[in-house]
Protein backbone atom coordinates (compact mmCIF):
# COMPACT_ATOMS: atom_id res chain seq x y z
CA UNK A 1 0.00 0.00 0.00
CA UNK A 2 2.99 2.28 0.85
CA UNK A 3 4.54 1.87 -2.12
CA UNK A 4 1.42 2.34 -4.41
CA UNK A 5 0.92 5.72 -2.32
CA UNK A 6 4.37 7.27 -2.32
CA UNK A 7 7.02 7.39 -5.04
CA UNK A 8 9.50 8.68 -2.55
CA UNK A 9 9.04 9.26 0.97
CA UNK A 10 10.35 13.01 2.35
CA UNK A 11 12.38 13.31 5.40
CA UNK A 12 9.24 14.25 7.87
CA UNK A 13 8.20 10.40 8.30
CA UNK A 14 5.30 11.85 11.16
CA UNK A 15 3.87 13.52 8.77
CA UNK A 16 3.64 10.72 6.26
CA UNK A 17 2.39 8.28 8.37
CA UNK A 18 -0.85 10.47 9.13
CA UNK A 19 -1.14 11.22 5.11
CA UNK A 20 -0.87 7.46 4.50
CA UNK A 21 -3.54 6.95 7.02
CA UNK A 22 -5.61 9.43 5.62
CA UNK A 23 -5.08 8.51 1.28
CA UNK A 24 -4.93 4.78 2.21
CA UNK A 25 -7.90 4.23 4.04
CA UNK A 26 -10.47 3.31 1.09
CA UNK A 27 -7.30 1.53 -0.95
CA UNK A 28 -6.79 -1.83 0.46
CA UNK A 29 -7.30 -3.69 -3.02
CA UNK A 30 -3.72 -3.52 -3.86
CA UNK A 31 -1.78 -6.57 -5.76
CA UNK A 32 0.29 -8.65 -3.57
CA UNK A 33 4.46 -7.03 -4.49
CA UNK A 34 5.82 -10.27 -4.54
CA UNK A 35 3.20 -11.68 -7.13
CA UNK A 36 1.78 -14.62 -5.84
CA UNK A 37 -1.90 -13.75 -4.41
CA UNK A 38 -2.87 -10.79 -6.31
CA UNK A 39 -5.40 -8.58 -4.41
CA UNK A 40 -3.90 -8.57 -1.13
CA UNK A 41 -8.05 -7.71 0.22
CA UNK A 42 -9.97 -9.88 -2.02
CA UNK A 43 -11.03 -11.86 0.81
CA UNK A 44 -12.06 -9.36 3.65
CA UNK A 45 -15.93 -9.18 4.39
CA UNK A 46 -17.30 -5.74 4.29
CA UNK A 47 -16.66 -5.99 8.04
CA UNK A 48 -13.22 -6.72 7.95
CA UNK A 49 -12.87 -3.65 5.65
CA UNK A 50 -15.33 -1.52 7.32
CA UNK A 51 -13.07 -2.01 10.38
CA UNK A 52 -9.63 -1.50 8.87
CA UNK A 53 -11.43 1.80 7.44
CA UNK A 54 -11.90 2.78 11.36
CA UNK A 55 -8.86 1.71 12.08
CA UNK A 56 -6.98 3.96 9.73
CA UNK A 57 -9.28 6.86 10.44
CA UNK A 58 -8.31 6.87 14.29
CA UNK A 59 -4.68 6.31 13.33
CA UNK A 60 -4.92 9.73 10.90
CA UNK A 61 -6.51 11.70 13.78
CA UNK A 62 -3.75 10.28 16.52
CA UNK A 63 -1.07 10.94 14.20
CA UNK A 64 -2.24 14.46 13.72
CA UNK A 65 -2.82 14.71 17.39
CA UNK A 66 0.80 13.43 17.91
CA UNK A 67 2.13 16.04 15.25
CA UNK A 68 0.75 18.80 17.50
CA UNK A 69 1.49 17.55 20.99
CA UNK A 70 5.59 16.85 19.46
CA UNK A 71 5.31 20.90 18.21
CA UNK A 72 3.36 21.94 21.55
CA UNK A 73 6.89 20.39 23.42
CA UNK A 74 4.86 17.78 25.02
CA UNK A 75 7.15 14.80 23.50
CA UNK A 76 5.37 12.34 26.03
CA UNK A 77 1.78 12.72 24.43
CA UNK A 78 3.22 12.75 20.95
CA UNK A 79 4.69 9.59 22.20
CA UNK A 80 1.84 7.96 23.93
CA UNK A 81 -0.39 8.27 20.97
CA UNK A 82 2.67 7.06 18.29
CA UNK A 83 2.50 4.05 20.74
CA UNK A 84 -1.31 3.65 20.34
CA UNK A 85 -0.72 3.74 16.72
CA UNK A 86 2.20 1.61 16.12
CA UNK A 87 2.31 -1.04 19.32
CA UNK A 88 4.29 -1.64 22.17
CA UNK A 89 7.27 -2.01 20.08
CA UNK A 90 7.50 1.57 19.49
CA UNK A 91 9.92 3.42 21.52
CA UNK A 92 8.88 4.27 24.87
CA UNK A 93 9.45 8.06 26.37
CA UNK A 94 12.47 8.59 29.15
Not at 61 to 79: L, T
Request: no cysteine; hydrophobic share 40%.
Amino acid sequence: MIANTFSAMGSDYRDDAAKFFDWDAGRLHVNDPAGYGGDLAIKLTFNQQRAIFQSFHASKERAERAIAAERSGNHAESIRLWKIIFGDEFSSYG
